[in-house]
């Protein structure tokens, strides 16, 4: 598996665009990204999930650079309940089997008002 | 939409005393998976079964044993229960293989499991 490093903590306000990096320098071809947001004491959320370039859905934006050695979660305009703990992970996506997840490390985003 | 239950939602035990902890996934989602949660970490893989038979395993203790049914529900035993043991534990389930574009799990509520 590849190992992850992002900031273990990041501040922000209400309105702003929020921009989380995350490295893995040790990316294998056939590994994917994935971003899961996770509440105080609920379960992991998934919000996004990208192999290259950029990937946008209704909640955030993934880029992925054409070395792939990094990616960056961008949240438009957080608010309040955006304070969560976000976690990027990076591996294969096996269809036939399953896929558990190896959560390290995640960065956590304090929204003030 | 169906999210993942589990039951119960709160538990607390004694040392040395048995839990069970029980998971219905997500309709017609025939993966589940385990994760354990201890205050101010991060999840941690345990275990999981793909059509009912165990397909990864983690950091599960030996004392732990679990499995899934022919209805996909899935229960995680614990025995001689520990201090260390009290955690949050997280059920996730995902889509039927072939039909799962991105791996995405879905996670319960959890469990927490307080030991005394």
């Known amino acids: 598996l590849a190992k992850t490093t992002q900031p273990i903590s990041m501040d922000s306000y209400e309105g702003q665009e929020v921009n989380i990096t995350c490295s893995h320098n040790n990316i294998a071809t056939n590994d994917y990204i994935t971003w899961y947001q996770q509440f105080p004491s609920q379960g992991p959320r998934f919000i996004i999930q990208?192999?290259?370039t950029k990937v946008t859905n209704e909640v955030a934006s993934l880029f992925i650079p054409a070395d792939r050695k990094s990616s960056t979660l961008s949240l438009p305009r957080v608010s309040l309940s955006d304070t969560a703990v976000y976690y990027c992970?990076?591996?294969?996506?096996?269809?036939?089997?399953?896929?558990?997840?190896?959560f390290g490390g995640g960065t956590r985003l304090m929204v003030k008002p | 939409a169906a999210g993942v239950i589990q039951s119960p939602r709160h538990l607390i035990k004694e040392k040395r005393e048995t839990a069970t902890l029980k998971c219905y996934p997500i309709?017609?989602?025939?993966?589940v998976y385990w994760y354990q949660q201890g205050p101010g970490q991060d999840p941690q893989f345990l275990i999981s079964f793909y059509e009912k038979m165990q397909s990864d395993k983690g950091s599960i203790p030996d004392r732990f044993s679990a499995q899934q049914f022919s209805d996909y529900h899935s229960e995680l035993n614990m025995s001689s229960l520990e201090l260390g043991d009290s955690a949050l534990y997280f059920c996730?389930?995902?889509?039927?293989?072939?039909?799962?574009?991105?791996?995405?799990?879905?996670f319960g509520p959890g469990t927490r499991l307080t030991v005394t």
């Open positions: 992970l990076v591996g294969a996506i096996d269809n036939n089997a399953g896929n558990m997840l190896t």
């Open positions: 990208g192999y290259k």
């Open positions: 309709p017609r989602h025939d993966t």
């Open positions: 996730a389930s995902s889509l039927p293989s072939g039909r799962a574009t991105n791996g995405e799990q879905y």
